[in-house]
């Protein structure tokens, strides 16, 4: 695995200090440096694995999944015990259907693999919004900037026997906050290396002019001594005192010149540096504090050296899957985003140990980078059940939505009901 150390020199990136105190944390200045740098982290984890990307509007601390979100410390196992127990039963309920069987082709091919099929189906339902043991990432760096720039509003529609119903919608970021916030916790950044002061400058001493004899000359002044002889032959003494006082004016004049020079350089290398220092300064509060908005790409090297079937990765502690591969693309959302997932083998379910850089980029300038193109929109990423016809079925899978006053004799045909109404996300 290679990690970039802060030495690192790219141009229009900085490098911030660490995420965890491990991973290296970059500022992103252009679209550029983002590019290079994401070059520069695939490149040499060529032999690796396959770099992934997850935008999100906030760093945390760690890398968990879905299954463990939103879940209160009071009572948290036994409610991770039943998520999972009730995961596990819409798995088992896809698995016995023969339709669903159908539409995710599960042929003959993966009759026997049934880690395979419990691995893809769990997938499938992470990305319709299912809380699951896997996470998503993306193998476009455009799509995870999207998924910084926007963050997930739920809208409440209504409550039934205490439980609450929502709706979901992907709003665009403010580039600034409504107020400053301090830099998220997890990340440590790096001290500035203040340049130092230049030593004041040794100026030479301008005595008093009387102080100034051919003795004096002869024994600080190199060269003075053809000087002196040309002083000794001028005839008239006063001339040849004139003459002496004249040389000696000259001299307090190139001495002071030089003196106001040293000073002058002194001046102006000391207000360079201290120029710098301020920059330096400022940045460092500024990361802090701001009110500046920003987006960070975790970059995220998945295990893809081991089995390969049909677009699942069997690695060492992981599991990793790309999605366009085990899944029709009459199911459109992950097609549409590029979809990959990871989980982890075993209890820990923290992934921030394959974590091998992380970007942060200002809203504003990620939104100049995106643009305003189709392919930019949330319908793009989030296509209605009109578009896919993956999620389509999911949602008519669902047992009737208790809102729907309309006779249940119309949805018969979708029977048995695999999930609870309410399972898959459902986007306004």
């Known amino acids: 695995m290679y990690i970039p150390n802060e030495n690192v020199n790219i141009k229009d990136t900085k490098f911030l200090g660490y995420w965890n105190h491990t991973v290296p944390v970059y500022h992103i200045l252009s679209i550029h440096g983002l590019n290079q740098i994401i070059g520069h982290i695939k490149h040499n984890n060529g032999s690796e694995g396959t770099v992934l990307y997850r935008g999100q509007a906030q760093l945390y601390d760690q890398l968990i999944p879905s299954i463990l979100h939103e879940i209160s410390?009071?009572?948290?196992?036994?409610?991770?015990?039943?998520?999972?127990?009730?995961?596990?039963?819409?798995?088992?309920?896809?698995?016995?259907?023969?339709?669903?069987?159908?539409?995710?082709?599960?042929?003959?091919?993966?009759?026997?693999?049934?880690?395979?099929?419990?691995?893809?189906?769990?997938?499938?339902?992470?990305?319709y919004g299912v809380h699951t043991r896997f996470q998503d990432f993306v193998d476009n760096h455009w799509t995870a900037l999207w998924f910084g720039l926007y963050e997930l509003e739920k809208r409440h529609v209504g409550t039934i026997d205490t439980k609450n119903y929502y709706k979901y919608i992907y709003k665009r970021r403010k580039g600034i906050l409504s107020k400053k916030q301090q830099h998220p916790k997890s990340l440590?950044?790096?001290?500035?290396?203040y340049h130092c002061l230049p030593p004041k400058p040794v100026l030479e001493d301008i005595l008093d002019k009387k102080k100034y004899t051919e003795s004096w000359f002869n024994a600080n002044i190199i060269g003075y001594r053809k000087v002196i002889s040309q002083f000794h032959q001028i005839e008239d003494v006063n001339r040849q005192q004139d003459a002496f006082q004249n040389f000696v004016s000259r001299h307090i004049k190139k001495v002071d010149k030089k003196n106001k020079e040293r000073l002058m350089n002194y001046d102006q290398k000391k207000l360079t540096i201290e120029k710098k220092n301020k920059i330096l300064q400022q940045n460092f509060i500024e990361n802090l504090i701001s009110d500046t908005a920003y987006v960070y790409i975790l970059m995220y090297l998945a295990d893809?050296?081991?089995?390969?079937?049909?677009?699942?990765?069997?690695?060492?502690?992981?599991i990793t899957i790309d999605l366009r591969k085990a899944l029709p693309s009459t199911f459109l959302r992950p097609s549409a985003q590029h979809g990959w997932t990871v989980r982890r083998i075993g209890d820990n379910s923290d992934l921030s140990g394959g974590v091998v850089c992380v970007l942060r980029?200002?809203?504003d300038l990620v939104d100049k980078m995106l643009g305003n193109g189709l392919l930019v929109q949330p319908e793009n990423f989030f296509p209605s059940e009109k578009q896919d016809f993956g999620y389509n079925i999911l949602l008519q899978r669902e047992a009737i939505s208790p809102f729907d006053t309309r006779s249940k004799e119309k949805f018969e045909r979708y029977r048995p009901d695999l999930?609870?109404?309410?399972?898959?996300?459902r986007f306004l």
């Open 188 to 193: 440590t950044l790096k001290i500035p290396q």
């Open 304 to 318: 893809t050296k081991g089995e390969d079937f049909r677009g699942v990765y069997a690695g060492t502690e992981t």
């Open 73 to 127: 410390p009071k009572g948290k196992d036994d409610e991770l015990k039943r998520r999972k127990k009730e995961l596990e039963k819409f798995i088992d309920n896809i698995i016995q259907d023969e339709k669903m069987r159908k539409e995710l082709h599960f042929d003959e091919t993966v009759k026997n693999r049934e880690f395979y099929k419990r691995y893809v189906i769990e997938s499938m339902l992470q990305h």
């Open 361 to 363: 980029i200002a809203v």
């Open 419 to 425: 999930f609870p109404y309410g399972t898959i996300q």
